[in-house]
């Protein structure tokens, strides 16, 4: 099985800045693409970004600009750098890989356990 542990969430005043750890552990044979997603009170989860194992980064507008993602695939580690952070960014931020883990013939979505994000106006 494939374990993700988010690190880096707390409390932020607005404009400020936080980043975000995700390391993938466990038996993994190989990850495809990772992302960060976000779920406020009341609301669905939505994602925040995502990278591809070669580096290929989506974004939604609402972060388009200030957040960067990015990946150490050496160290199964992906990091959201989050810029000139808003009120409406506080959310808990959930870390998801497509893994495969040794033994398994099929990829499959992980989570971590999320970790929260709150930002003061």
């Known amino acids: 099985q494939v374990q993700l542990v988010e690190s880096g969430g707390g409390l932020v005043q607005a404009g400020g800045s936080l980043r975000l750890s995700c390391a993938a552990s466990?038996?993994?044979?190989?990850?495809?693409?990772m992302g960060w997603y976000r779920q406020a009170p009341g609301k669905q989860r939505e994602l925040v970004a995502t990278?591809?194992?070669?580096?290929?980064?989506n974004y939604p507008t609402s972060v388009k600009g200030r957040f960067t993602i990015s990946r150490d695939n050496a160290k199964n580690t992906v990091y959201l750098q989050m810029n000139d952070l808003k009120p409406e960014d506080t959310a808990v931020y959930f870390c998801?890989?497509?893994?495969?883990?040794?033994?398994?013939?099929?990829?499959?979505?992980?989570w971590g356990q999320g970790t929260q994000v709150t930002v003061s106006s």
């Open positions: 990278i591809t194992s070669s580096g290929n980064t």
């Open positions: 998801n890989a497509d893994a495969r883990a040794h033994g398994s013939r099929w990829y499959q979505g992980y």
């Open positions: 466990g038996s993994i044979f190989s990850i495809n693409t």
